[in-house]
């Protein structure tokens, strides 16, 4: 029996992406009303996972919006679409409507979308390496509606001919241009970019903000923001960037283990910054004796990683309470990304 299009319009809409990939097969008429639905829903929300790798090539992906985060059935276990070298290391950028950008070996780019398997090498950056201590120094992921246009930042330390270069990825121009930004004196405290208002923003050891316009196409100059007036600065440099609406900025206590949370309500305005809330335990959760890292805030809930010597942990924490959810990450030093599942996909 053939069902009217509305129909099956209608009972695809209520189907969750994975379910969607499987079908968007089936026929021309399937993949045209499953993207033109995925366009629809991504306009409205998107759902929100955290992604980080446990071994080249092996990652974990962990539903955000569950209940029962960390549990087995909130995982996803995923491995990245294609054979890497032994002994090489694959390092995450950021993520912008469900494409993942990472790096192999600091030097062969990919963008990827998890949920759909849609992968594709980047064009070669033209960046040559002078040492064994070549590195990235810092990096971030941007996307520009105007233009549908994907950004992706990297400055290294250590290049042929230049102490310090930085490179940016065009997924419109598919190419790359090289360049040394205004300011040389950058120490940045974690070095994944926080993307909002078309800009790239890193935390400076100098306790500022730094901000890079990631839609300017000539001249490559950095601004500086500052911090809350009344930001502690006893805790530094235990301390996180993040963004919403608006940027975001956490303080983490780790002698009386709390987090102050800051909001900047009017971009660029210093006195617009606003303690959003603090969130202080009642029993400390496992690993906060080492240091916050990626700090993401999601309405009712907050979420972050805590690392001691011995292991690394995810913890989720609701705002009206101290309810955590945890989930132990194998090894040391892995960087997670949060990402959304859809089915968008970049052609050359």
């Not at 962990?62 to 996803?76: K, Q, R, Y």
């Not at 390496?129 to 070549?134: L, P």
Request: charged share 25%; hydrophobic share 40%.
């Amino acid at each position: 029996m053939d069902l009217p299009e509305e129909m099956i319009v209608l009972i695809l809409s209520w189907l969750p992406v994975k379910s969607l990939v499987r079908f968007i097969c089936v026929s021309k008429s399937f993949h045209s009303i499953i993207l033109q639905l995925q366009a629809a829903r991504d306009r409205k929300t998107l759902s929100p996972r955290l992604l980080f790798p446990i071994d080249c090539p092996r990652f974990e992906s962990i539903d955000l919006e569950t209940p029962s985060f960390g549990d087995n059935s909130s995982v996803t276990k995923l491995n990245f679409p294609f054979e890497p070298v032994a002994g090489g290391a694959v390092e995450l950028l950021g993520s912008c409507n469900g494409i993942v950008f990472l790096v192999f070996n600091d030097q062969i780019y990919y963008m990827w979308n998890p949920s759909t398997g849609f992968f594709r090498e980047l064009p070669d950056t033209g960046v040559s390496f002078g040492s064994y201590n070549d590195r990235i120094i810092f990096s971030g992921v941007g996307y520009l509606p105007a233009t549908d246009d994907y950004r992706v930042i990297v400055a290294y330390d250590g290049v042929v001919d230049f102490p310090d270069m930085c490179a940016m990825f065009s997924s419109k121009a598919n190419a790359w241009k090289t360049f040394e930004v205004s300011d040389t004196e950058i120490d940045v405290i974690s070095d994944q970019g926080t993307f909002i208002n078309e800009a790239l923003h890193w935390l400076l050891y100098e306790k500022e903000i730094m901000a890079f316009d990631s839609a300017q196409e000539e001249e490559h100059k950095v601004r500086k923001m500052l911090l809350p007036k009344d930001f502690d600065g006893h805790h530094f440099p235990e301390y996180e960037l993040s963004a919403g609406e608006c940027l975001l900025l956490a303080d983490f206590d780790k002698a009386n283990q709390y987090i102050d949370v800051w909001v900047m309500r009017e971009y660029d305005v210093p006195d617009s910054w606003t303690k959003l809330f603090n969130l202080k335990f009642s029993y400390p959760p496992t690993g906060a004796a080492g240091w916050l890292r990626g700090l993401f805030v999601m309405g009712t809930s907050t979420l972050f990683r805590t690392s001691d010597r011995s292991e690394n942990v995810s913890v989720k924490i609701l705002h009206k309470g101290d309810d955590c959810g945890f989930y132990k990450v194998e090894g040391m030093g892995h960087k997670m990304i949060q990402y959304q599942e859809s089915l968008l996909r970049i052609d050359d």
